[in-house]
């Protein structure tokens, strides 16, 4: 089960023990108060770069630390014992639940800015994540928003 699946349309996150940020994090911290090792400062610049507001993809990440695409997953999976694919899915779709629940963009414009090519992918992976689909999630989401924050009755010009 993803880590994404203790999400709850309230909005609460997931549990920060389960989340793969959570864990590639924690692998920072596994050296303690030691002076910051060179790949300790590469995994500190990933997760930023994934942290950072625009999607971005393993190759692009590639790129960035002149590494082959083979080689920075490899790496990253062995220095903080989190798959950098999965790393990616989890921010894209955690993105993806805040812009539907704080937008009114359609799904097809939410999976495109969170860097799906295709909407038809983009609800697959939602719904395996989430357990529902895309367009559910926010329906609940907003209906919960609704019962706990009620609308404030209109007052009359007069």
Same mark, same amino acid.
């Given at each position: 089960?993803?880590?994404?699946?203790?999400?709850?349309?309230?909005?609460? $996150?997931? #549990? /920060?023990?389960?989340? #793969?940020?959570?864990?590639?994090?924690?692998?920072?911290? *596994?050296?303690?108060?030691?002076?910051?090792?060179? @790949?300790?400062? *590469?995994?500190? &610049?990933?997760?930023?770069?994934?942290? +950072?507001?625009?999607?971005?993809?393993? =190759?692009?990440?590639?790129?960035?630390?002149?590494?082959?695409?083979?080689?920075?997953?490899?790496?990253? &999976?062995?220095?903080?014992?989190?798959?950098?694919?999965?790393?990616?899915?989890? %921010?894209?779709?955690? *993105?993806?639940? =805040?812009?539907?629940?704080?937008?009114?963009?359609?799904?097809?414009?939410? +999976?495109? !800015?969170? $860097?799906? @090519?295709?909407?038809?992918?983009? !609800?697959?992976?939602? +719904?395996?994540?989430?357990?529902?689909?895309?367009?559910?999630?926010? *329906?609940?989401?907003?209906? %919960? @928003?609704?019962?706990?924050? /009620?609308?404030? /009755?209109?007052?009359? +010009? $007069?």
């Amino acid at each position: 089960m993803s880590a994404l699946h203790s999400r709850s349309p309230e909005g609460n $996150g997931t #549990n /920060p023990a389960s989340s #793969n940020l959570a864990v590639a994090k924690a692998a920072l911290l *596994r050296f303690g108060a030691f002076a910051a090792t060179a @790949q300790q400062e *590469r995994i500190r &610049k990933i997760l930023q770069i994934i942290e +950072a507001t625009t999607p971005c993809s393993i =190759d692009d990440l590639a790129v960035e630390f002149k590494l082959s695409h083979s080689r920075l997953e490899h790496w990253f &999976k062995q220095h903080t014992g989190v798959c950098l694919g999965h790393l990616l899915t989890e %921010q894209r779709l955690r *993105r993806a639940a =805040d812009l539907l629940e704080h937008s009114y963009m359609t799904v097809k414009e939410v +999976a495109i !800015v969170v $860097g799906y @090519q295709h909407a038809s992918s983009f !609800v697959r992976a939602f +719904a395996h994540c989430f357990a529902q689909s895309p367009g559910c999630y926010r *329906r609940q989401y907003w209906s %919960q @928003q609704a019962a706990t924050n /009620p609308p404030r /009755p209109k007052l009359r +010009a $007069g």
